[in-house]
C-alpha cells in the first residue's frame, strides 16, 4: 500500500501562484510515475502533469509553461509549481502514484485525498 498527503492548495487570485506537495509513504517501490489529477465541479478527473521515476515529465497542454512538476525519490515527494493562475484551473487537486507497464496499462494505483485550490478574484 501506498499513502499520499496533499497539501498547499488555497484560494489565489488570479495570475497568482500556488504551489502544491504530495508526500507519499509505503511501498513507493511498486510505483514508476507520480502526478497529479484534478476534477472540477460537473466535470471529469484530468491528467494534469506526470513525472516518471527517471525524470520525465507529461502536462495538460492548457497548463504548459505555467505549472512545473518536480519530485524527490529521496523524500518521496513530488510538488506542482503553479504560476499564472487562471480562474479555469480551479479544480480538486489530487496526488496519484501508479505503475505503469506500457503506454495503455497501469496497476498499483493510488490517490490522495485531494486539496482545494480555487482561483478567484
Known amino acids: 500500500q501506498v499513502q499520499l498527503v496533499e497539501s498547499g492548495g488555497g484560494l489565489v487570485q488570479p495570475g497568482g501562484s500556488l504551489r502544491l506537495s504530495c508526500a507519499a509513504s509505503?511501498?513507493?517501490?511498486?510505483?514508476?510515475?507520480m502526478g497529479w489529477y484534478r476534477q472540477a465541479p460537473g466535470k471529469q478527473r484530468e491528467l494534469v502533469a506526470t513525472?516518471?521515476?527517471?525524470?520525465?515529465?507529461n502536462y495538460l497542454d492548457s497548463v504548459k509553461g505555467r505549472f512545473t512538476i518536480s519530485s524527490d525519490n529521496a523524500k518521496n515527494t513530488v510538488a506542482l509549481q503553479m504560476n499564472s493562475l487562471k480562474p479555469e484551473d480551479t479544480a480538486v487537486y489530487y496526488c496519484?502514484?501508479?505503475?505503469?507497464?506500457?503506454?495503455?496499462?497501469?496497476?498499483?494505483?493510488?490517490w490522495g485525498q485531494g486539496t482545494q485550490v480555487t482561483v478567484s478574484s
Open positions: 509505503g511501498s513507493i517501490f511498486n510505483t514508476n510515475v
Open positions: 496519484n502514484a501508479r505503475r505503469v507497464l506500457s503506454i495503455t496499462t497501469y496497476d498499483n494505483n493510488y
Open positions: 513525472i516518471t521515476s527517471g525524470g520525465t515529465t
